[in-house]
């Protein structure tokens, strides 16, 4: 039996997403499972995550996923992972720390003392991002400056989805776009950045090999094969970062295609051919998975989970009607939006639940409700949430218009169902939102065309096309631009006029929490 299919897994913030897809890029299966202890955020800022669960996740959702398939159909496995995390491992494969997630925030006195030692405009210049404490980077920092004895113990700090190809083919490597994610790697040469390095007081070594995404990195070992269900020997790519998957699996394989993930956290993202690089910094650039390309994005922390916040807490009744009725609860809290008149009657929503990057950067930046009256009503506030995020996500696409012009916007990801918030990217960003037919398994399909390529199944990544199409599309809406041209500036300067107020909490939860 010659194998015809493609196993990918998506290693989000909250689980596993599995999928298989065919040669002709039809979506055959999918599972999901979430991580047993979730995530684990604490002291502010901080948020780690357990490795086991991700391993957990990914060997139940096969199971699953291969239950009346036989597993030797599968021609390759390829992952997808959460970014910019931190997974310190010892030389025999064994965690020694929770992993430092994407968010977590805790090595901002690391990422101070060595912008002491590198200018951060140099720095910038050399890996596409700021120096800033969300990268693994400072975070191994943190690790050498507060858990010495663990650090000594330390072989490789990995990032989620070099974890699990390590528990599936026991070999260490990484591919550019998740090297890129490290905040040492050099966007220009590909290569790890020894000034960097030099400057951090990191040795080399800490940092696994970095290689093409298409790569194979090793073949499922017999180990491997018994928890997770798939056959010994079966090919594993390399993968890549989620973000330039999710670039893949959007069609953004070549230059010049836009496009917003809207999930948990969210970003706008290009593909270019060469560093996009922001005058102040506020935007970063990826390596991508396609050999070659450049991944330019910039990414907000809370935005579906600005939502998901807004739905567990200020929408109780909302979910229990919902619940009752037999209907999404975010298309009842939607039809609650509706009633709303755009601008949400001047109520702003800043959505820095967990600080905030792109185009902030900074760690102590906390929501907000800005502009509420006793004529405000709840529909205001809740309509003001998803605006909040819209405009903050409106802020970086301008940003990249200064440099770069597209027409659209493709959008993907969980939060591109709703068609309210549709409407407002297209009013806020000012182009048509063409939705794909794809949107929460994008990222492990881009995950899965890596693999078809890496396998030979594929010649390259115009086979995209196989797997997508555009099934919706929406128009600004002129008035709603005109109301939003006026909104922007004042959602931009209440972060400005509160800057001050965030450091002073800062301070306070620092001495009282």
Same mark, same amino acid.
């Given at each position: 039996m010659k194998p015809d299919l493609l196993l990918a897994h998506d290693l989000g913030t909250s689980g596993n997403k599995a999928t298989l897809f065919d040669s002709e890029g039809n979506l055959v299966k999918s599972r999901t499972q979430a991580y047993e202890n979730g995530t684990h955020y604490h002291h502010g800022c901080w948020a780690d995550q357990q490795p086991a669960d991700w391993w957990n996740a990914v060997c139940l959702s096969t199971q699953q996923l291969l239950e009346g398939i036989d597993p030797k159909r599968i021609a390759c496995v390829s992952l997808s992972g959460q970014m910019m995390g931190c997974t310190p491992i010892d030389r025999r494969g064994n965690v020694l720390h929770a992993s430092m997630i994407y968010c977590d925030q805790r090595s901002e006195k690391q990422a101070q003392t060595?912008?002491?030692?590198?200018?951060?405009?140099?720095?910038?210049?050399?890996?596409?991002?700021?120096?800033?404490?969300?990268?693994?980077?400072? &975070?191994?920092?943190?690790?050498?400056?507060?858990?010495?004895? %663990?650090?000594?113990?330390?072989?490789?700090?990995?990032?989620?989805?070099?974890?699990?190809?390590? /528990?599936?083919?026991?070999?260490?490597?990484?591919?550019?776009?998740?090297?890129?994610g490290m905040n040492a790697f050099d966007i220009s040469t590909f290569e790890w950045s020894s000034e960097i390095l030099d400057a951090a007081e990191l040795d080399r070594s800490l940092f696994p090999?970095?290689?093409?995404?298409?790569?194979?990195?090793?073949?499922?070992?017999?180990?491997?094969?018994?928890?997770?269900?798939?056959?010994?020997?079966?090919?594993?790519?390399?993968g890549g970062g989620d973000g330039s998957c999710a670039g893949v699996g959007v069609g953004s394989v070549s230059p010049g295609v836009a496009y917003n993930y809207l999930g948990s956290s969210s970003w706008i993202g290009l593909t270019t051919d060469k560093p996009l690089l922001?005058?102040?910094? /506020?935007?970063?650039?990826?390596?991508?998975?396609?050999?070659?390309?450049?991944?330019p994005t910039g990414s907000v922390q809370t935005a579906g989970s600005s939502?998901?916040? %807004? &739905?567990?807490?200020?929408?109780?009744?909302?979910?229990?009607?919902?619940?009752?009725?037999?209907?999404?609860?975010y298309e009842f809290i939607n039809s609650k939006i509706q009633r709303s008149p755009v601008g949400s009657n001047g109520v702003l929503f800043l959505p820095y639940m967990l600080g905030e990057r792109s185009p902030r950067w900074n760690p102590n930046a906390r929501g907000a409700f800005i502009g509420m009256n006793l004529a405000t009503t709840r529909e205001d506030m809740l309509r003001s949430v998803l605006e909040g995020i819209t405009m903050n996500l409106g802020l970086i696409v301008r940003i990249f218009r200064?440099?770069?012009?597209?027409?659209?916007?493709?959008?993907?990801?969980?939060?591109?169902?709703?068609?309210?918030?549709?409407?407002?990217?297209?009013?806020?960003?000012?182009?048509?939102?063409?939705?794909?037919?794809?949107?929460?398994?994008?990222?492990?399909?881009g995950a899965a065309l890596v693999g078809g390529v890496a396998c030979g199944m594929f010649d390259d990544f115009s086979a995209i096309d196989r797997f997508i199409a555009v099934d919706d599309v929406v128009y600004p809406n002129k008035e709603n631009q005109q109301i939003y041209q006026k909104l922007l500036p004042i959602f931009d300067q209440c972060y400005f006029s509160l800057v001050d107020v965030y450091e002073k909490l800062a301070d306070f939860n620092e001495q009282f929490s």
């Open positions: 060595l912008a002491t030692k590198i200018e951060p405009e140099r720095f910038y210049q050399i890996v596409g991002h700021r120096l800033a404490s969300v990268y693994a980077l400072t &975070k191994i920092m943190w690790l050498r400056d507060e858990h010495p004895e %663990l650090f000594k113990e330390t072989r490789y700090s990995l990032a989620a989805k070099d974890y699990v190809n390590y /528990r599936l083919t026991g070999k260490i490597a990484t591919d550019y776009s998740d090297a890129s090999d970095a290689r093409l995404s298409t790569e194979i990195l090793g073949e499922i070992t017999t180990q491997a094969a018994q928890e997770t269900g798939l056959a010994a020997g079966t090919p594993v790519a390399l922001d005058p102040v910094m /506020r935007t970063m650039t990826w390596a991508h998975c396609v050999p070659g390309l450049l991944h939502y998901a916040w %807004l &739905k567990n807490t200020v929408c109780v009744s909302e979910t229990e009607e919902a619940e009752k009725q037999g209907v999404d609860v200064e440099q770069v012009d597209f027409d659209d916007m493709l959008v993907i990801g969980g939060g591109a169902k709703g068609a309210v918030w549709r409407q407002m990217m297209a009013d806020i960003y000012e182009c048509p939102i063409k939705k794909l037919n794809v949107l929460e398994e994008a990222t492990s399909m």
